[in-house]
């Protein structure tokens, strides 16, 4: 079973950055992609980030391309989503996922494990 525990959200202004944390109780020998999530109030859940499991491979959505980062620490089973730039429409509640099924990670359809979410507010 795998675990997902996500911090580091908050309350940020305009143009600030926020550094989002996830810990994952993965055994080590298994693969598995992991990536970010996010769903605002009367929004549709929405695709941010993912990274494989080696962490050379990451895919971002259009919204967040070239203001966040996903990394990965291997080591630590952690992952991290570095945000930058940001603005009041990144306000959400970001989730973790993790899924062997890269596909499963990035649509966010049938992914095994969701951690339990984290309120990010980016305020004007």
């Known amino acids: 079973q795998v675990q997902l525990v996500e911090s580091g959200g908050g309350l940020v202004q305009a143009g600030g950055s926020l550094r989002l944390s996830c810990a994952a109780s993965?055994?080590?020998?298994?693969?598995?992609?992991m990536g970010w999530f996010r769903q605002a109030p009367g929004k549709a859940r929405e695709f941010v980030a993912l990274?494989?499991?080696?962490?050379?491979?990451?895919h971002y959505g259009d919204s967040v391309k070239g203001r966040f980062s996903i990394s990965r620490e291997k080591v630590r089973n952690m992952v991290y989503l570095q945000m930058g730039n940001l603005k009041p429409e990144d306000t959400a509640v970001y989730y973790c996922?993790?899924?062997?099924?890269?596909?499963?990670?990035?649509?966010?359809?049938?992914?095994?494990?969701w951690g339990q979410g984290s309120q990010v507010t980016v305020s004007t």
């Open positions: 996922v993790a899924d062997p099924d890269y596909l499963r990670v990035v649509t966010g359809r049938g992914a095994t494990y």
């Open positions: 993965v055994p080590t020998s298994r693969r598995i992609a």
């Open positions: 990274i494989g499991w080696s962490g050379t491979s990451t």
